[in-house]
């Protein structure tokens, strides 16, 4: 079976190339438009093999829905890759922070991405 | 992934675009009335969400465009700087100029011109002053290349018959490693698919592995890798964790240091554990859950999630509104063929048929409705268009809209654009006056243009109302005799001087420009309008301004029509577009015409031409004239 990956992003787009990166890598791909629709996806998917989050998102933004992730006892260890744009030392200081386990900056290449989710994941 | 579905995802990634430019905009607007903090935020990550995806395509210019933007508006964020009135023009501008270039990169054009000087304009805004010219934006956009993510087997296996360098790794988890999510196994695993490597794991003395927290780090691990990897190969391992652990790489060449290292373990106090089997003991994967995962709620006046939708091609749907269109005439026809044989007066048959009208008309409105599309986005774009226009005469002019949520046929809207381009056009330049001399007319410096949209009795009606200087009537009419399209004595009232302005031999004449009221091009304004099957008309009050109204069908897909038999020949007309037939004698009313086979002297009008003249036999059924497509 391939991995579970919970994708949160609020731009239509990137979670269409997520989406079609990730299934053409046998990944098993489900999509959020920010965080609190990404904590209603976990709370109905279970723990899933790594969750990718972009950090702008109305509602609730990239670092407080990793930081309710990590508040959830079986969510503690499963690795979350931010998406972003953003390269600012101070943004993975609050992501890592947060809890994140790394990043992937945008516009991602397909190949690098399946291969940091594969990394963290094992 | 194909080359279709990444057009698809690019042709969407357009779509999603003009959704940004709208929230954009309304947020914009919402800021020149003060805003919030979430009003600076929906404009960051529309910005920011357009240069994320034209970065994934590569959209170079449009990156660059976005980036700059988006790095003012991070300062208008962290509150660096203040969203002044001056500053709120120019985020228009730069949100105008934003959207060209959007539509640029859609269409493949180049990059429109003249968004450097606004840029520069713009990022003086910031405290620190522009910044360098040629400062790279923080990522290079990059092309995609989905083929590359699994075709291509490994490389060729390298040939050189050299010895593999040999590698020293330090790596001393921090405790955050652990609660990242971070995994120190898959780290050693990775480094292990790199080459050869002897892994040593160095745990205190008194480590208990039951009692152990995962959370408190208490192991080290020495690894030793033999392979033909360079430093920056093992670092790109622990791009995740170099902060989050001490790491320390070197190479060690000579083959005979191996056995220095396990002689010489560096933590003398500790016990080295030699783990052959690498981390196996450490366990790795949670059982898996079988029950759902307790989380905590969302807050409670957290908005409710945006409804449902699901995209559909353009042509999906017209197809399916081609398909109701046959199905309306099927079922006229059947309608027909059912009075014709006389069974129209069997109740069964006539409730039947009564229901699948309803059922009919029903699924012609719902399908209409798909295609309809709130005239927002129109209204936004005359925004622009009178931002533009006041600007480039001194004026000041707001506009105000309502109805901005009324729906209209996609095709009307389309084809709407322009003439109410005009006319906003028109009302700026010609209608609002200059501010000194509105205010010695007592009015406000600052115009206002309203701009609104209602259903009306099944059809739309929208209309651009404006508080400047009103028609000179006095003008019309003296311009109107003067190029013959009024007699000198005719008697005519205000609203058909007013409608002189639409008269093609008036709004072409040339000097007409100069009339501080309307009148250029309203000809071509009401050809458009006409075309759409809608009506234009105006209304004045001297010195209070102009409303022009325009009444709009909802929809241009299925035409209701009168099937007219002329001397052998069928016709058909439009309903709503054909004038009522008329006579000349007997007189007849359009209630007359609808009586089945009456015969008189008629001509039937369509478009303001006459189509047939003749001894004409109207048939029509109990329904009224029979349905026909256009």
């Known amino acids: 079976m391939g991995l579970r990956i919970l994708a949160v992003d609020d731009s239509r787009t990137i979670r269409d190339l997520l989406a079609a990166t990730l299934s053409a890598a046998g990944m098993d791909v489900t999509l959020a438009e920010d965080g609190v629709e990404g904590l209603e996806m976990l709370r109905r998917m279970g723990r899933p093999d790594a969750i990718l989050s972009d950090i702008n998102m109305p509602r609730l933004d990239g670092f407080g829905f990793i930081h309710a992730v990590r508040e959830i006892d079986p969510m503690r260890a499963v690795p979350i890759l931010v998406l972003t744009t953003e390269s600012a030392p101070e943004l993975k200081t609050r992501a890592r922070e947060a809890g994140a386990t790394g990043w992937i900056v945008k516009p991602f290449d397909p190949e690098r991405l399946v291969h940091s989710i594969r990394k963290v994941t094992g | 992934m194909s080359d279709d579905a990444m057009l698809a995802i690019r042709a969407s990634f357009f779509e999603e675009c003009e959704e940004l430019m709208e929230s954009l905009q309304d947020a914009l607007a919402l800021l020149e009335r003060g805003g919030d903090g979430e009003t600076v935020n929906v404009i960051f990550r529309a910005v920011h969400s357009i240069k994320g995806g034209a970065g994934a395509f590569g959209l170079g210019d449009l990156v660059a465009f976005a980036h700059r933007f988006e790095t003012v508006l991070e300062a208008l964020r962290s509150g660096r700087i203040e969203p002044t009135g001056g500053a709120v023009r120019l985020f228009f501008q730069c949100a105008d100029l934003l959207h060209d270039h959007v539509r640029a990169a859609a269409a493949g054009a180049a990059a429109p011109e003249g968004a450097g000087a606004v840029l520069l304009a713009l990022e003086a805004l910031m405290p620190l002053g522009p910044p360098r010219a040629d400062e790279p934006a923080e990522f290079t956009p990059l092309s995609l290349d989905f083929g590359a993510v699994f075709g291509d087997p490994a490389a060729p296996e390298s040939i050189e018959v050299t010895e593999p360098p040999v590698w020293r790794i330090d790596f001393r988890p921090h405790p955050r490693l652990y609660t ?46 033999t392979g033909d990897v360079t430093e920056a190969d093992i670092r790109e391992v622990f791009d995740f964790v170099t902060d989050l652990a001490d790491i320390s790489i070197r190479p060690l060449d000579v083959p005979g240091n191996r056995a220095a290292l396990a002689a010489h373990p560096p933590d003398a ?3 080295v554990v030699p783990l052959p089997a690498a981390a196996s003991r450490i366990e790795h994967n949670p059982a898996p859950l079988t029950t759902p995962v307790p989380l905590p709620r969302p807050e409670p006046d957290a908005a409710p999630p945006a409804p449902a939708t699901v995209r559909v091609d353009l042509d999906r749907v017209d ?37 699948f009208l309803t059922l009919t008309r029903d699924i012609q409105d719902s399908v209409m409705m798909i295609r309809a599309q709130p005239v927002k986005p129109l209204f936004q774009r005359m925004a622009r268009v009178i931002r533009e226009a006041s600007a480039g005469l001194g004026k000041t ?5 309502e109805g901005e949520a009324t ?123 006409t075309a759409l099957g809608g009506r234009v008309t105006v209304s004045s009050e001297p010195g209070a301004g102009t409303r022009l109204s325009l009444s709009l069908p909802l929809t241009l897909a299925v035409l209701d029509a009168m099937v007219v038999r002329v001397a052998g020949q069928t016709l058909s007309c439009p309903s709503r577009r054909s004038s009522k037939p008329w006579c000349s004698r007997p007189p007849m009313s359009a209630a007359s015409a609808a009586r089945p086979r009456s015969c008189m002297s008629a001509a039937i009008c369509c478009r303001s031409s006459i189509l047939a003249r003749s001894w004409v036999s109207v048939r029509a059924g109990p329904q009224g004239p029979t349905g026909s497509r256009s």
């Open chain 2, 180 to 225: 990242t999510g971070n995994e120190p196994l898959l780290v050693l695993r990775a480094l292990a698919a790199l080459g050869q490597a002897d892994i040593l794991c160095n745990a205190p003395p008194d480590l208990e592995l039951s009692g152990a927290s995962a959370e408190t780090p208490m192991l080290s691990w020495q690894i030793e890798l």
């Open chain 2, 407 to 529: 729906e209209i046929d996609k095709t009307v809207i389309e084809r709407l654009s322009d003439p109410l381009t005009h006319l906003v056009r028109n009302a700026v330049d010609h209608g609002i006056e200059m501010p000194h001399q509105r205010l010695a007319a007592g009015k406000p410096a600052q115009g206002t243009i309203t701009l609104s949209a209602a259903h009306r009795a099944g059809r739309v009606l929208i209309e651009i109302a404006d508080d400047g200087v009103g028609i000179d009537r006095a003008r019309v009419r003296a311009l109107a005799v003067g190029r013959g399209l009024v007699a000198e004595n005719a008697q005519l009232s205000d609203a058909e001087i007013d409608n002189i302005l639409f008269a093609p031999g008036f709004s072409t004449a040339a000097g007409v420009s100069a009339l501080s009221g309307r009148g250029v091009g309203m000809d071509v304004v009401r050809s458009a309008i």
């Open chain 2, 397 to 401: 002019v707001r506009l105000l809209t």
């Open chain 2, 319 to 355: 197809r399916m509104m081609n398909l109701v269109g046959e199905l309306v005439i099927n079922q006229a026809m059947l309608a027909q063929s059912v009075a014709d044989a006389g069974l129209a007066e069997n109740g069964a048959v006539a409730a039947g048929l009564e229901e």
């Open chain 2, 269 to 271: 106090g500790s016990n």
